[in-house]
Nanobody
């Protein structure tokens, strides 16, 4: 059974950058399309970015041009490089398979962007 552990979050000023990591263990996720999702209080979890097993990417309009998703199959890890961060990016970020999110959710990593 795959376990997902997100890390790399923190407190950053607007305009700053963070790099999130999602390490998978228990089984390989190299054949899966994976996504980064985020949740803010009072809102449903939303897809931020996704990457196919072949490396094709897609982004939510709100983050396009600022975030970059990538993966290292040798490390069984998915990354999210977040640049030019805005206060509205403040959320808990999670990774999971896309689109069915059939893995158990990890604890997420909290990102707080101050203005």
């Amino acid at each position: 059974q795959v376990q997902l552990v997100e890390s790399g979050g923190g407190l950053v000023q607007a305009g700053g950058s963070l790099r999130l990591s999602c390490a998978a263990s228990g089984s390989t996720v190299s054949a899966d399309a994976m996504g980064w999702y985020r949740r803010t209080p009072g809102k449903q979890r939303e897809l931020v970015a996704r990457i196919t097993s072949g490396g094709s990417t897609n982004y939510a309009i709100s983050v396009k041009g600022r975030f970059t998703i990538s993966r290292d199959n040798a490390k069984n890890t998915v990354y999210l490089q977040m640049d030019t961060l805005k206060p509205e990016d403040t959320a808990v970020y999670y990774c999971n398979q896309w689109p069915n999110t059939y893995y158990s959710w990890g604890q997420g990593t909290r990102v707080t962007v101050s203005s």
